[in-house]
């Protein structure tokens, strides 16, 4: 069965440490995955997605197909990064789907 | 810059009304989406459309029905509401294929 699991409900550090954001999938094609970012009184958007390899407002993916993993990490994380954040799974076989882990809210202390 | 618009940001509805929760997105999107956002579960996918007049299940489609007559407007129905379909609903679009999907703003519904 298809999952994405975030296995932290809460990840709370301090302001200028280093943050990873877990995520773990269950598929057993190549998927394509995606984090999501949801600030306080804004809507759910887009933050990276593992085909275009960038880096958004400091954050980095990477996809570790042996691991089954899409964690996601900034060397320095900043107040302004305290947010929901969401890792998804779209299967890469023409659907439409789109499956959505159940979030880890990151807390950063000044 | 996509727009994605939600009919109403909060409603109160009493258990049995029949509710319609409207989306509207202003990029001539494909595919459209209705989630369902709860704490601990993380959005659940309730119905999604790939072209007009065109619905799909979803992971949790009891309860609520989908209309898509337009290409740009998906509502969500829900036909007898209970107090277990208090929550957060979002709406979605993308382009046709797995692209990124943009959200509108979400309506909060509490059922008494």
Redesign the interface.
Known sequence: AQRVT?PE?LLSVFKGAPVELKCNYSYSGSP?L?W?VQYSRQ????LL?HISRESIKGFTADLNKGETSFHLKKPFAQEEDSAMY?CAL???T?G????????TRLFVKA | DVKVTQSSRYLVKRTGEKVFLECVQDMDHENMFWYRQDPGLGLRLIYFSYDVKMKEKGDIPEGYSVSREKKERFSLILESASTNQTSMYLCASSTRGVETQYFGPGTRLLVL
């Open positions: 975030q409900k394509e995606f999501y809507r759910l958007q887009l997605r969401y779209s299967p890469n023409g439409f789907k789109t499956i959505f882990g159940a979030g």
